[in-house]
């Protein structure tokens, strides 16, 4: 008997590294975001996660097939959020802020220096 055949959900089966969002929905557990194939880049995961477009998001992953890799990128993600809402001047939104502060911690308060 052959395996299952599952379709692959590398895009266009090129060298590309694909971010899944785990979100989560409190008694109803945590799942991989469905996501359009063509929109799982870290750019649109990025923006998705600051415009609110998750739940609860628990951790991103980051995993690219043809050069065999897997990985939690969380703690980079948020401190990339943290950064842009920084030079944007923009607090971050409730369903973003919990993600960062889990994945960054708490920001910190830098010392001014008065003259």
């Not at 090129?14 to 194939?37: F, P, Q, S």
């Not at 415009?51 to 980079?76: H, K, L, M």
């Amino acid at each position: 008997m052959s395996p299952k055949w599952t379709p692959s959900i590398v895009p266009n089966g090129h060298d590309e590294t694909v971010y899944l969002v785990v979100d989560c929905y409190g008694k109803g557990g945590c799942v991989y975001r469905e996501a359009d194939v063509g929109k799982t880049d870290l750019e649109t995961i990025i923006a998705d996660l600051m415009s609110g477009q998750y739940n609860d998001p628990d951790r991103v992953i980051a995993f690219n097939t043809a050069n065999n890799w897997a990985q939690d990128v969380s703690d980079d993600i948020a401190r990339e959020i943290r950064r842009r809402g920084d030079l944007a001047y923009e607090d971050l939104s409730s369903s973003i802020e919990d993600f960062v502060v889990r994945h960054a911690g708490r920001e910190r308060q830098l010392a001014l220096r008065l003259v």
